[in-house]
């Protein structure tokens, strides 16, 4: 079962049909040649779609006529083409800007796997800055969109909505990436700090059954800061961090920075 979206300035259609063979035309029922199409209506069918660099700018330009679902197979259809060598880099980076600024933030951020993947291992290593920088172009500003500090929270929703929920996560996701991934330094350096503060860094008197400052970072950002203190502060963070680690009798507080000590790319 293949349904087909189609539009045509502000009219659209959707047409249906069983495909049974290996091959097969769907005719639309659109009185002309439709506008954009998006093979796969409300993301309902078990399969990727591939167009062709028209096809996906026409898709894009009228990404917000998209439902969450139909954009969600579409950030996936298109990074499926990508890997597969049916687009090319430049056709590819075109279309992810726009999915970058998409309402949803499952397919905001969806980009950020791409390059994150292209960046580590397709591009030679002269463009790691340039993707990079990239990320950074495409996610401060929706970080921005949250308020001037980014390591403090908005007043929370009382009561706590899905869209509520969502948008946190899509926060703290955005911290992450910005942080960890596209090296914002800036944004790198607050969090090791307030890492710093959180594992109570050149506090001697820290010592056995160690507890960690919980007023330096939120829960939500304490695993990433962690991550942050190991990249931005090495060695003498590390150390302390190992030490904190085997003196809390936290199991969660043990295993974030039993994972952020992994997280160092530095040989030292």
Request: aromatic share 6%; net charge negative; hydrophobic share 45%.
């Amino acid at each position: 079962p293949v349904c087909i979206r189609h539009g045509s300035g502000e009219t659209t259609g959707r047409d249906c049909a069983l495909v049974t063979t290996s091959t097969a035309r769907i005719p639309l029922t659109a009185t002309a040649c439709p506008d954009w199409v998006m093979p796969n209506a409300d993301g309902a069918g078990y399969f990727r779609f591939a167009l062709d660099a028209a096809g996906w700018r026409a898709l894009e330009a009228n990404f917000d006529r998209l439902n969450e679902l139909e954009a969600l197979a579409a950030a996936d259809s298109l990074s499926a083409a990508y890997q597969a060598n049916r687009l090319s880099t430049d056709e590819f980076l075109a279309v992810i800007g726009t999915l970058a600024q998409s309402r949803y933030p499952q397919v905001a951020l969806a980009p950020s796997r791409d390059l994150i993947r292209l960046r580590d291992y397709v591009a030679p290593a002269s463009a790691r800055e340039d993707l990079n920088a990239r990320m950074r172009a495409l996610y401060q500003p929706r970080l921005a969109a949250f308020g001037p500090d980014p390591l403090k929270a908005p007043p929370a929703v009382i009561p706590e909505t899905a869209e509520a929920v969502d948008n946190a996560l899509f926060r703290t996701n955005l911290i992450r990436v910005l942080a960890l991934e596209a090296e914002d330094l800036k944004l790198r350096g607050a969090l090791a700090e307030a890492a710093a503060r959180y594992i109570r860094l050149g506090d001697k008197s820290a010592g056995q059954a160690f507890t960690p400052d919980e007023t330096a970072v939120e829960p939500a950002l304490r695993e990433t800061a962690l991550r942050a203190g190991v990249q931005h502060l090495g060695a003498p963070f590390a150390e302390t961090l190992i030490a904190r680690m085997l003196a809390s009798n936290d199991i969660l507080f043990r295993s974030q920075a039993a994972l952020a000590l992994g997280t160092t790319d530095d040989p030292a």
